[in-house]
């Protein structure tokens, strides 16, 4: 018998381990998710394609296990990796991203890849080429017959994930800035117009969104490894996210990222772990054809 | 009258030309690209620094002697940041623009199977002690020596493990069930042909088999499965991020498996970050301190890493160990040899039948040194202990791994 088909016998047998398999998913979707929000917001305010957010997301890894090697509690770290990334974040605006907002898509694209390349190499320079962790501690729980454990680290991430991602929907209805990015978002010349310094929003913006990937960083620090040339994987699984949920919708990308950990997942236990990036990329390519499509019907083009 | 003898010695080494060897006066200069920024950065390090305890080493007991002349050693080095490119466009700047006529390695089997098309090409040899792959061993290479054991033996060690401990137990070796999740990096795929060779050799079905794709960062839909089959053993290699992904699922998955069994273990530092987790894990390493292996350069094993600690600030890994040891191995062929000719030179590398702090290297015609096993380290109370092969063995093997939930916390 195949093995795919074996694997799903096993399911099965121990119908437990589907509750496993999409549990572990779901809990690593919700770090996608986080990835996947700060690319939304710098895209559709900005229309840029952050190349750089897995390398700010490592970078918020590494930063947490310093803090935690400063004497820190794990937690702490989160809020502080997201408030240095915040101010890097501001940097990174003022010193090369003005240039490129509102330049063709091609231009902002190769200098956030630059960016990438850089603060990997940084964070290479500074911490080591060393694969890095950081231990919140927290064990894990046993459920249904001991068959299915959840990492309580995952869980806590999950939850910072969803309260993140609320904090930021309210910020983005309720608040000054928030009103303003958004106006920005729909016609940057028209929020001009009426007062908006626009400049100021984007500055605003891309910090938000490095105080969101430093989140996620530390996050990944406590229930992954991280070392300096692992931003790839989220800035793929974020990209992907993104695509298929497009720019207007936190829900949207919050649901799509759960569905994408789960589904990679349930894909990397049936047909073997060799499949979960292919399954990924193959969604993707799936997805954008599928897009492209039905706008071709309404007469519009992928942006 | 002396004049003439200048003269006649300088026509001479201009006939002789690029087979004479970079003397400048009274220093050998060996070459090397290795990677000192990138990927392989602390690997690199570590290399660099194996290659100059040797030298420094070797200078102080009075340099190396040929023809009634003492000659001290030296290496240029560049930075080949982690690619493939670099390293091959550095091999020749060394060769053709520094005369370099001794090459040393660089870090990782692809660097140095970037490099050993150049060296062949040039026909300069280069004794290499970071690039275990077996490809580099089989496309005939004449320049090319390895004091290192090769990839695929890296877990087939384990799986002879396994088997010896099934006939202990009253068991059939053949009844021994094993998982693998490989990486899909060239030397995960030569570790996982070498477990395949093993565990036909004992007839040993094989249930899982994942690669696990580039970046090993998750693995739980393959320990999902692991949990459910239930395997006597689980193989995992993916250099150090493996090592450390691994270690952390594995635990926080309570993954009971009576064997566990990896590579670069050391290298991620699994027992002195990962304290609990990284318990009773098996990992396959190419030297230890505390084996009893020695030489008249170092002493023993011990010696040697009590020296690198002393000089270095950390304990020497592997890596650096066996980079020392392809220095060693230069020397050793300079002074039996009792020439710089690089010909005469490879010849005396291919007769290489020499005793080191980092084991026995003795080559074959490939190249790759037949003299040395690997070591099986385990976890036991956060320290690496050798327990395989038995005559190296500091402490007994802690077999079956106790299961999750008889454990502390």
């Given at each position: 018998m195949p093995a795919p088909m074996t694997n799903l016998l096993l399911f099965l047998e121990a119908p437990a381990l589907l509750v496993q398999v999409l549990l572990d998913g779901i809990l690593i979707?919700?770090?996608?998710?986080?990835?996947?929000?700060?690319?939304?917001?710098?895209?559709?305010?900005?229309?840029?394609?952050?190349?750089?957010?897995?390398?700010?997301?490592?970078?918020?890894?590494?930063?947490?296990?310093?803090?935690?090697?400063?004497?820190?509690?794990?937690?702490?770290?989160?809020?502080?990796?997201?408030?240095?990334?915040?101010?890097?974040?501001?940097?990174?605006?003022?010193?090369?991203?003005?240039?490129?907002?509102?330049?063709?898509?091609?231009?902002?694209?190769?200098?956030?890849?630059?960016?990438?390349?850089?603060?990997?190499?940084?964070?290479?320079?500074?911490?080591?080429?060393?694969?890095?962790?950081?231990?919140?501690?927290?064990?894990s729980?046993l459920i249904l017959d001991s068959v299915v454990t959840i990492s309580?680290?995952?869980?806590?991430?999950?939850?910072?994930?969803?309260?993140?991602?609320?904090?930021?929907?309210?910020?983005?209805?309720?608040?000054?800035?928030?009103?303003?990015?958004?106006?920005?978002?729909?016609?940057?010349?028209?929020?001009?117009?009426?007062?908006?310094?626009?400049?100021?929003?984007?500055?605003?913006?891309?910090?938000?969104?490095?105080?969101?990937?430093?989140?996620?960083?530390?996050?990944?620090?406590?229930?992954?490894?991280?070392?300096?040339?692992?931003?790839?994987?989220?800035?793929?699984?974020?990209?992907?996210?993104?695509?298929?949920?497009?720019?207007?919708?936190?829900?949207?990308?919050?649901?799509?990222?759960?569905?994408?950990g789960a589904a990679e997942n349930f894909v990397g236990f049936v047909l073997g772990a060799q499949f979960q990036?292919a399954f990924?990329?193959?969604?993707?390519?799936?997805?954008?054809?599928?897009?492209?499509?039905?706008?071709?019907?309404?007469?519009?083009?992928?942006? | 009258?002396?004049?003439?003898?200048?003269?006649?010695?300088?026509?001479?080494?201009?006939?002789?030309?690029?087979?004479?060897?970079?003397?400048?006066?009274?220093?050998?200069?060996?070459?090397?690209?290795?990677?000192?920024?990138?990927?392989?950065?602390?690997?690199?390090?570590?290399?660099?620094?194996?290659?100059?305890?040797?030298?420094?080493?070797?200078?102080?007991?009075?340099?190396?002697?040929?023809?009634?002349?003492?000659?001290?050693?030296?290496?240029?080095?560049?930075?080949?940041?982690?690619?493939?490119?670099?390293?091959?466009?550095?091999?020749?700047?060394?060769?053709?623009?520094?005369?370099?006529?001794?090459?040393?390695?660089?870090?990782?089997?692809?660097?140095?199977?970037?490099?050993?098309?150049?060296?062949?090409?040039?026909?300069?040899?280069?004794?290499?002690?970071?690039?275990?792959?077996?490809?580099?061993?089989?496309?005939?290479?004449?320049?090319?020596?390895?004091?290192?054991?090769?990839?695929?033996?890296?877990?087939?060690?384990?799986?002879?493990?396994?088997?010896?401990?099934?006939?202990?137990?009253?068991?059939?070796?053949?009844s021994v069930r094993l998982a693998l999740a490989m990486?899909?990096?060239?030397?995960?795929?030569?570790?996982?042909?070498?477990?395949?060779?093993?565990?036909?050799?004992?007839?040993m079905q094989i249930v899982i088999d994942d690669k696990v794709?580039?970046?090993?960062?998750d693995i739980s839909a393959t320990l999902a499965r692991v949990k459910a089959v239930k395997p006597d053993v689980l193989l995992i290699?993916?250099?150090?991020?493996?090592?450390?992904?691994a270690?952390?699922q594995i635990?926080e998955a309570k993954v009971d498996v009576p064997?566990l069994?990896?590579?670069?273990?050391?290298?991620?530092?699994?027992?002195?970050?990962?304290?609990?987790?990284?318990?009773?894990?098996?990992?396959?390493?190419?030297?230890?301190?505390?084996?009893?292996?020695?030489?008249?350069?170092?002493?023993?094993?011990?010696?040697?890493?009590?020296?690198?600690?002393?000089?270095?600030?950390?304990?020497?890994?592997?890596?650096?160990?066996?980079?020392?040891?392809?220095?060693?191995?230069?020397?050793?062929?300079?002074?039996?040899?009792?020439?710089?000719?690089?010909?005469?030179?490879?010849?005396?590398?291919?007769?290489?039948?020499?005793?080191?702090?980092?084991?026995?290297?003795?080559?074959?015609?490939?190249?790759?040194?037949?003299?040395?096993?690997?070591?099986?380290?385990?976890?036991?109370?956060?320290?690496?202990?050798?327990?395989?092969?038995?005559?190296?063995?500091?402490?007994?093997?802690?077999?079956?791994?106790?299961p999750w939930?008889?454990?502390?916390?």
């Open positions: 979707g919700a770090i996608y998710a986080l990835a996947a929000y700060g690319m939304a917001l710098v895209w559709g305010v900005m229309n840029i394609v952050n190349v750089v957010q897995g390398e700010l997301v490592i970078l918020g890894g590494y930063l947490a296990i310093m803090f935690s090697g400063l004497g820190v509690s794990a937690f702490l770290t989160v809020p502080l990796a997201a408030a240095a990334l915040f101010a890097l974040g501001w940097v990174m605006y003022a010193g090369v991203v003005f240039r490129v907002t509102g330049k063709d898509m091609f231009v902002s694209l190769l200098a956030t890849f630059g960016l990438s390349i850089l603060i990997a190499q940084l964070i290479n320079q500074i911490w080591g080429a060393d694969v890095r962790s950081l231990d919140a501690e927290l064990g729980w309580r680290a995952r869980v806590a991430a999950l939850a910072a994930a969803l309260v993140l991602g609320a904090a930021l929907v309210v910020f983005l209805r309720t608040s000054r800035l928030g009103r303003a990015i958004r106006a920005t978002a729909q016609n940057a010349r028209a929020a001009r117009a009426l007062g908006v310094d626009t400049d100021w929003v984007y500055a605003a913006t891309y910090a938000i969104n490095g105080a969101i990937c430093g989140a996620a960083g530390a996050l990944i620090a406590m229930i992954w490894v991280i070392h300096p040339f692992a931003g790839l994987v989220f800035t793929i699984r974020a990209f992907a996210i993104v695509i298929l949920a497009g720019l207007g919708n936190l829900a949207l990308v919050i649901a799509a990222a759960l569905g994408l990036g990924v990329f193959s969604l993707l390519v799936a997805i954008l054809v599928w897009r492209s499509r039905r706008l071709a019907r309404s007469r519009k083009v992928l942006r | 009258m002396r004049k003439a003898i200048m003269f006649g010695i300088f026509v001479a080494l201009a006939l002789v030309g690029p087979a004479e060897a970079k003397v400048e006066g009274d220093t050998i200069t060996l070459g090397a690209a290795v990677s000192l920024t990138g990927r392989y950065a602390t690997e690199g390090g570590q290399t660099r620094h194996g290659y100059d305890l040797a030298v420094k080493r070797i200078n102080e007991m009075g340099g190396v002697k040929v023809g009634g002349k003492s000659y001290k050693l030296d290496i240029r080095y560049y930075d080949d940041e982690s690619s493939n490119d670099r390293a091959a466009a550095l091999a020749e700047r060394l060769i053709n623009q520094d005369g370099i006529k001794f090459v040393l390695g660089p870090y990782s089997s692809p660097l140095t199977g970037a490099v050993a098309p150049i060296t062949e090409r040039f026909k300069i040899p280069m004794v290499e002690a970071n690039g275990a792959s077996r490809s580099l061993f089989t496309k005939g290479y004449r320049y090319l020596f390895a004091v290192l054991s090769t990839s695929d033996q890296y877990l087939s060690s384990a799986v002879d493990l396994a088997a010896e401990r099934a006939k202990e137990d009253g068991r059939a070796p053949a990486g899909d990096d060239s030397f995960s795929l030569d570790v996982r042909a070498g477990i395949l060779e093993a565990a036909k050799a004992h007839n794709p580039d970046g090993f960062t290699s993916g250099h150090a991020k493996g090592a450390a992904t270690t952390r635990a064997m069994a990896m590579t670069h273990c050391d290298s991620a530092q699994i027992a002195e970050k990962m304290g609990a987790a990284a318990e009773y894990t098996l990992c396959a390493s190419q030297w230890a301190p505390t084996l009893t292996y020695s030489d008249k350069w170092f002493g023993s094993a011990q010696k040697y890493d009590e020296l690198f600690r002393k000089t270095y600030n950390y304990d020497a890994s592997y890596q650096a160990a066996e980079s020392s040891a392809a220095v060693l191995v230069y020397v050793d062929a300079f002074e039996r040899g009792q020439s710089l000719d690089t010909e005469k030179v490879r010849d005396s590398l291919a007769a290489t039948n020499l005793a080191t702090f980092y084991g026995p290297v003795k080559f074959d015609d490939t190249g790759k040194n037949t003299g040395k096993p690997m070591v099986l380290f385990q976890v036991l109370g956060g320290d690496y202990k050798v327990v395989a092969p038995t005559k190296w063995a500091v402490a007994k093997l802690v077999h079956p791994r106790p939930s008889k454990r502390g916390s």
